[in-house]
């Protein structure tokens, strides 16, 4: 009973920890143009149907009867044209992410060496010197890599709570305003659907969760419970506490977060700059730089394994390695490097690429996998209400990054 409880723990805090990274930065840039309403109701049931989506991917792993990744479940009950449509949705996923860490890193760098040292350097200079720094890392070696991401992911909690603590000094959460004039904007809904959505990406890790959990229906359910329902407190936290320091004492920032298009850099000067604290002001600058990092590290390691495998044979050792990172850091590098404000874009982007992967298309497989009438171990995955509630909540969400790319 000790063994298996441990193993609920160390669960949840995987889940949490994969899900809490760079989305949260990007959260009080885009919510506070909803008001405090809005926000409140929105991260609700956005955190109930990503539960729900985390349901659906593990009833799928039962069903196939081992714990293999999205794309083999998808070929085994739909064939090899749905396994290439998943396995495509996983890169271009990926990718999407690795331009906005890219470019948020490097704006946010950008900001920190103007407010520090007063010196300008071009922020596609530090693009390319944050590509190739990637690059190193993903040469490395796994063993390395972790060490490494341990070491920041201890750090960026650390720096986290000690931050929300110090912003939360003072501040009146009642100035945020329960709406905004842009409350009511199209706009400001259709993209902040997508960067929520994308702040609770854990879904690649059901399979592995369900194979550390033994298969245990129950086990699995507390586990994403617990672990996609931390975030929420995390991220409304984090929101109010960011915030609730610019309307307390910068209520003009505020306004311009709220009234135009704020970079990822900006926005972090813009919060270092409402507090006289200076170690305060340190580490805001850092939990942003270090929540960036471990999502990128992260992200980027799935995908040169995955590039790894797919590899033709001849290529071995060293060469493989080095091939995969720079396939692996190459695309989202361009990107970054020719797309302006890039960190919102390529979240929103990514944030449509996610609801495919954790609901669309393992909806589609339930239901082709539902003529062999299998027993359900979760009665809210075998509701056909809530299933056809959550796909029309994902079309809708596919929908507004449609809207953004075509505006």
């Avoid at 003072?170 to 706009?187: H, Y």
């Avoid at 990822?264 to 960036?292: D, H, K, P, R």
């Amino acid at each position: 009973m000790v063994v298996k409880m441990n193993k609920v723990v160390g669960s949840t805090c995987m889940i949490a920890g994969t899900a809490i990274g760079a989305g949260m930065i990007a959260l009080p840039m885009t919510l506070a143009k909803l008001g405090f309403l809005a926000t409140g109701g929105l991260m609700a049931i956005t955190w109930l149907i990503v539960y729900y989506s985390a349901l659906l991917g593990t009833e799928l792993t039962l069903r196939v009867g081992d714990n293999v990744t999205l794309s083999e479940i998808a070929r085994r009950l739909s064939g090899r044209g749905a396994e290439m449509i998943a396995m495509g949705c996983v890169m271009v996923l990926s990718y999407a992410l690795l331009a906005a860490y890219l470019y948020g890193g490097s704006s946010i760098s950008a900001s920190l060496l103007q407010a520090t040292l007063e010196q300008v350097i071009p922020l596609t200079s530090l693009i390319k010197g944050a590509a190739l720094f990637l690059f190193i890392v993903l040469t490395l070696g796994m063993r390395w890599i972790d060490y490494l991401n341990r070491l920041i992911f201890l750090a960026l909690i650390g720096l986290l709570i000690i931050t929300i603590v110090g912003l939360s000094q003072g501040i009146k959460v009642t100035t945020i305003p329960q709406a905004t004039l842009e409350t009511f904007n199209l706009s400001t809904w259709t993209i902040a659907l997508p960067i929520i959505f994308t702040s609770f990406g854990f879904q690649m890790m059901i399979p592995a969760i369900s194979g550390y959990l033994n298969r245990d229906v129950i086990s699995i359910k507390r586990a994403f419970w617990w672990g996609s329902l931390i975030p929420v407190g995390v991220y409304v936290t984090w929101t109010l506490a960011t915030l609730g320091t610019l309307t307390t004492y910068q209520p003009d920032l505020f306004q311009k977060v709220v009234s135009e298009s704020v970079d990822v850099g900006e926005f972090v000067q813009m919060l270092s700059t409402t507090t006289t604290w200076n170690q305060l002001q340190s580490l805001v600058w850092g939990v942003s730089f270090f929540a960036i990092i471990t999502s990128a590290f992260g992200v980027a390691l799935g995908l040169v394994d995955l590039w790894k495998k797919l590899l033709p044979l001849p290529l071995t050792g060293w060469s493989r390695k080095m091939i995969a990172a720079l396939i692996t850091v190459l695309p989202p590098f361009s990107s970054a490097l020719l797309t302006p404000g890039a960190f919102i874009k390529a979240l929103g982007f990514a944030g449509m690429i996610l609801v495919v992967i954790a609901i669309i298309l393992p909806t589609y497989l339930i239901y082709k996998s539902d003529q062999d009438k299998p027993s359900s171990p979760y009665a809210l995955t075998n509701n056909h209400l809530v299933r056809l509630s959550c796909l029309a909540f994902a079309l809708g969400l596919v929908g507004c990054e449609l809207f953004n790319m075509v505006k």
